[in-house]
């Protein structure tokens, strides 16, 4: 003989609630999870699908033709476009390197007990409140070989300026950019390095300095270990910012001289909002993607193989 057993609605009652306190956190994000999956995955399997096809505004507004992996094929073999992720490496690895390098010792600086400390924290984040197309304007003017002050500044100093210009000649249009982005970014490393190393715990200090450990090995030994996960975001998420430089090369030099400053942020402009050549930019973006995904990932491989978590 069967039994049936009935639950009554306010024995699931305590069972929905204990659920939806668990869960709570998830179903509030859900939504916007959802949408920023919607705003990359579109746009990448749009790009994924024209990617293949021949298709040119300037012609037509439809794709004309299936041309399978002719627009890889094509960005690859372009001089510029090689000549632009060159250009764009240079700008990613040298200027987070040195950002990284300057900001910490800008943050050690920091924490010396100096006249004036709070002032100069204060003022520090200024230039990364600035839109970088502001910056870019303003640096066009400093460069100027007619009367800028950065160039004046060199020609005082005896150091040579080209006769083109800063921003015109080859041989310095790329420094130029890169030591913008310097100037601009190098606080951000400044502020958030220093942010961790005021966490790192003073008894651990006190002990090395009683072990009579030197400055170097404390920061070597004891603060760059304590501080290695902020560290190693930030330069991550600062790698990914430089890999995308637009807006300064855009208001500076254009890409020029030639190709001397061309990056594939400026590349992909220029194909997609100058020529509208739709099917080409799609393969250049795939390619940029999956460059940067593979850095990146090798990056994180690397620098948290030893890390427990």
């Not at 305590?14 to 509030?28: C, D």
């Not at 961790?196 to 006190?206: G, K, N, R, T």
């Not at 270990?225 to 430089?242: D, E, G, N, S, W």
């Amino acid at each position: 003989m069967h039994t049936t057993i009935v639950r009554s609605p306010r024995a699931l009652g305590p069972a929905r609630k204990s659920f939806i306190r668990r869960n709570l956190p998830y179903l509030l994000i859900a939504p916007s999870v959802v949408m920023l999956l919607a705003l990359i995955a579109y746009p990448l399997l749009f790009a994924l699908r024209s990617s293949f096809y021949f298709w040119n505004l300037q012609i037509g507004p439809e794709p004309l033709q299936f041309v399978g992996f002719e627009n890889y094929v094509q960005a690859f073999n372009a001089f510029d476009f090689r000549a632009a992720l060159t250009n764009t490496l240079i700008l990613s690895i040298l200027g987070t390197t040195l950002e990284f390098t300057i900001g910490l010792a800008i943050a050690l600086i920091l924490l010396k007990a100096l006249p004036g400390m709070n002032v100069v924290r204060a003022l520090l984040i200024l230039p990364t409140t600035i839109a970088p197309i502001v910056v870019g304007f303003l640096f066009r003017y400093l460069y100027d070989p007619g009367g800028g002050l950065l160039s004046w500044l060199l020609q005082s100093f005896w150091l040579p300026v080209p006769a083109e210009g800063i921003l015109g000649s080859p041989s310095t249009a790329l420094a130029a950019i890169l030591f913008v982005d310097i100037w601009q970014w190098t606080p951000f490393f400044a502020i958030v390095l220093y942010a961790s190393l005021l966490a790192v715990p003073d008894e651990i200090l006190e002990a090395a300095r009683l072990d009579r450990a030197s400055a170097w090995t404390i920061l070597m030994r004891i603060k760059l270990p304590l501080i290695k996960r902020t560290a190693i975001i930030i330069v991550m998420l600062r790698f990914m910012q430089i890999f995308n430089t637009f807006d300064t090369v855009l208001v500076l030099t254009r890409g020029g001289p030639g190709t001397s400053t061309r990056t594939l942020g400026y590349s992909l402009y220029e194909q997609g909002l100058v020529n509208f050549n739709i099917g080409l930019v799609s393969a250049m973006t795939w390619i940029t993607v999956l460059i940067v995904n593979v850095i990146v990932a090798l990056y994180v491989f690397f620098a948290f193989r030893n890390e427990e978590w």
